[in-house]
Structures are given as C-alpha cells and as structure tokens.
C-alpha cells in the first residue's frame, strides 16, 4: 500500500512553491527549480487547473498561480484527485469480494484505521505544510 503516489507528491511539492511564492510560474520554471521533467509536470498542472485549484493563463507570459489560499487546499484532496479515494482494505479475496466482508472481525478494525487516518489528512492543508 502506498498512501502518497509520485503525482500527488509531485502535486504537493508544486503547490508548496507556489504558495511559499505566491505568484505566477511557468511550466518551465517549476520543472528546472523542482527537477521534474517537464510532460509529467504539465499534465499534473493541467489536472490542478481542470479541479480548480490552480489559475491558468496562456501565452508568452503564461503560466499558473494558486486560485485558492493555502490554508484551503487539503492534502485529502489532493490525494483524491490523484488517487481515488483513499482504501487501506478493499476486502477482495481470489480477486472477488470476499464471503465474509459483513462479518471480518479484521475488516471492522481497519475500517476504523482508514476513517482515523482520512480525519488526519484532513487536517493538513498547504499553510500547515509550508514552513515545515
């Protein structure tokens, strides 16, 4: 199980910077100062722009901006974006759902773990994460 993908980790460190700045960037600029390759980043971009968090602007002098405040974007969100939603069992058994899903008594305890750890990452936002 894996809780953060490269995309989302890619979409954080992105929105960190953009944040810390508070301004304008190109794709260009945010590949060369966070090393990422370039294809990969804009189609993170991209997806940012298309749920609204980013403000994107075409042209010469394009590029994006935040379109909400730090403290607004959740790294649920994020995750959900980039993820789906966050499952720690999906209860599959021979690749069908299993038997016992209603009656696992294993099942109930991480149930009760995912809806602990969605709680927590609801409570960071960028702002939290900034001057960390």
């Known amino acids: 199980m894996k809780l953060i993908t490269r995309n989302t980790d890619y979409a954080i460190r992105v929105l960190l910077l953009m944040a810390k700045e508070n301004r304008l960037f190109s794709v260009r600029e945010l590949s060369l100062k966070l090393k990422m390759p370039h294809a990969f980043l804009r189609r ?9 968090i980013l403000e994107g602007y075409k042209g010469k002098n394009g590029g994006f901006i935040l379109k909400d405040k730090p403290k607004d974007i959740k790294l649920v969100d994020l995750i959900k974006i980039f993820q789906g939603s966050l499952k720690l069992n999906e209860c ?8 016992n899903i209603k009656s696992c008594p294993l099942k109930k305890k991480l149930d009760s773990i995912e809806r602990y750890v969605i709680e927590e990452l609801s409570k960071i936002n960028l702002e939290s994460l900034i001057n960390k």
Do not use: A, E, M, T
Not at 44 to 52: G, R, S, V, W
């Open 44 to 52: 993170i971009l991209q997806i940012l722009h298309k749920k609204d």
């Open 92 to 99: 599959l058994f021979k690749k069908s759902i299993c038997p």
